[in-house]
C-alpha cells in the first residue's frame, strides 16, 4: 500500500545541474527513512544518497559526495536529490527508496534495507 514516485529525470549536459524528486504514500511521510539509488547500463544497483526521517542525518556514496544533496520536505510528503557538475559517469536510472526500518547507523543505508521502491526516472548525462 505504500507508493513511491520518482520525477524530474532527463537528458542534461556534464556540467550541469538536475533535481530529481520523490513523492511517498501511505503512511505518515516522517516515519520514513529515504534514499536514493541508481543503475547504470551493464552495473548492479548502487547506493546514492540517504536521509533520516527527521531530515538531521545523511549519508552519500564516496562518488558523488561534494556534488549531489539529498533533501526533504515532511510537510509536502517530498525527498528530493539536487545533483550539481553532472559527470557521463553518472548516467544511470536513479530510483527513490523508502523503508520504516530502524538501523544503526552501519547498516542504514544498506539497499536491503529499503522496502519500497520507485520506478526509476533515467538520467542520461551526455559529454
Known amino acids: 500500500q505504500v507508493q513511491v514516485v520518482e520525477s524530474g529525470g532527463g537528458l542534461v549536459q556534464a556540467g550541469g545541474s538536475l533535481r530529481l524528486s520523490c513523492a511517498a504514500s501511505g503512511r505518515t511521510f516522517s516515519s520514513y527513512r529515504m534514499g536514493w539509488f541508481r543503475q547504470a547500463p551493464g552495473k548492479e544497483r548502487e547506493f546514492v544518497a540517504v536521509?533520516?526521517?527527521?531530515?538531521?542525518?545523511?549519508d552519500y556514496a564516496d562518488s558523488v559526495k561534494g556534488r549531489f544533496t539529498i533533501s526533504r520536505d515532511n510537510a509536502k510528503n517530498t525527498a528530493y536529490l539536487q545533483m550539481n557538475s553532472l559527470k557521463p559517469e553518472d548516467t544511470a536510472v536513479y530510483y527513490c527508496a523508502a523503508t520504516f526500518r530502524v538501523r544503526a547507523a552501519v547498516t542504514w543505508a544498506k539497499l536491503e534495507e529499503f522496502d519500497y521502491w520507485g520506478q526509476g526516472t533515467q538520467v542520461p548525462v551526455s559529454s
Open positions: 536521509i533520516s526521517r527527521t531530515g538531521s542525518n545523511t
